[in-house]
């Protein structure tokens, strides 16, 4: 199969005309043909950490949950605690198998009582739709895949809120995960105060037929103030110095919340979910191994796959690696088997044959002050 083929088989964003036209680079992502870059990654990375930057993440998934129910079933296929949630407010949830391993990381909203938005990822999109229907029997719960029909734009940096103000006032005022109901374009949207890349920022969830409207009058806003358009590139570079974690690379059915260094979103007192005896069990006898953070300390730009060596013993492999715009140094996280090495350990991660030295750091790689 040709690559030409294999673009043209992808699914596109309603955005798709847009990202050509300003020179998006195109690659396949899950299933989508998405830009990865518009000028340099190190260039749209920058422009999100002092300014702002606007992303297609029309990919995501959203799942609507309505009904007398909503709130209990979302409470049994969430390590999270949703009962927290008052209207307007979100928070950053896992979902779990039996044996605690994670099924997804989602974003889940109290839109109003008995009414919530689950925000999910693409690869995952079908098969989370799936699991939260089958956990839905016998709950008086309606679950809505709306996916298909929205789009998704996030608008990150420290310069957002000015931005924001071209589509809504009022979002500015949202607090952080905080999440609100508004008419955009004669239309229902949503607007979220979440993120992928450590900074502040928006979400804008909106009738797919509306996506390019919506995003056009950010960059148009944004203009002055330094807003790029953003790919895939540097969202990976922001959210791994962010410490974010990669759904498939850094988490999946096979790690558990708390080897991922997640354990604050696993809320046992809560009552019973989903994972919760696994989980109780692992925090019993303790992890065998953690996703831990490292940082190179000689020149190199570490992959995904890359061997960890400590003591001449090779304990891990990094699971997420790049090379950090903001430290100037390579970085990653992978699942090492001596789960208690301290920050400041010295170790090496072994790059085309060749040791390089490299040392357990504490994470994030970056914090927003």
């Given at each position: ?43 749209e990375h920058r422009a999100v950490r ?313 994470g994030p790689f970056y914090k927003r002050?």
């Amino acid at each position: 199969m040709t690559r030409m083929t294999t673009i043209e088989s992808l699914q596109r964003t309603s955005l798709h005309a847009l990202h050509t036209e300003l020179g998006g680079r195109m690659v396949s992502f899950h299933g989508w043909e998405l830009p990865v870059q518009f000028s340099s990654i190190i260039t749209e990375h920058r422009a999100v950490r002092s300014a702002a930057g606007l992303f297609d993440v029309s990919h995501m998934g959203q799942v609507f949950v309505e009904g007398p129910g909503a709130l209990a079933l979302l409470q049994r296929v969430n390590s999270n605690d949703i009962s927290r949630l008052q209207d307007g407010r979100g928070l950053y949830s896992h979902m779990l198998n039996e044996n605690g391993g994670v099924v997804d990381d989602v974003i889940v909203s109290r839109l109003a009582e008995n009414r919530y938005l689950v925000v999910v990822n693409a690869a995952t999109r079908e098969g989370d739709a799936a699991w939260i229907r089958r956990a839905a029997e016998g709950f008086d719960v309606a679950v809505e895949d709306r996916s298909e029909a929205l789009g998704m734009i996030a608008l990150q940096g420290p310069l957002s809120e000015k931005i924001m103000e071209a589509l809504s006032t009022d979002a500015v005022a949202l607090p952080r995960f905080g999440a609100m109901k508004l008419e955009l374009f004669g239309r229902s949207a949503w607007i979220t105060r979440t993120g992928y890349t450590g900074e502040d920022g928006f979400e804008v969830i909106c009738a797919r037929e509306l996506a390019t409207r919506a995003w056009q009058t950010l960059q148009a806003r944004g203009a002055s103030f330094g807003l790029l358009p953003c790919g895939l590139g540097a969202r990976d570079t922001l959210r791994l110095e962010a410490g974010y974690l990669l759904y498939g690379s850094d988490i999946d059915g096979e790690h558990t919340p708390y080897e991922a260094g997640y354990g604050w979103v696993v809320k046992l007192k809560k009552g019973e979910f989903i994972g919760k005896a696994a989980l109780e069990k692992q925090k019993t006898e303790g992890i065998r191994r953690r996703l831990t953070p490292l940082k190179l300390l000689e020149r190199g730009v570490p992959r995904s796959g890359s061997e960890v060596v400590f003591e001449g013993e090779k304990i891990g492999t990094l699971a997420s690696a790049t090379f950090s715009p903001t430290l100037q140094a390579g970085i990653g996280v992978g699942y090492l088997n001596r789960p208690e090495l301290p920050a400041g350990t010295p170790l090496s991660v072994t790059l085309h044959g060749r040791a390089v030295a490299a040392e357990v750091v504490e994470g994030p790689f970056y914090k927003r002050t």
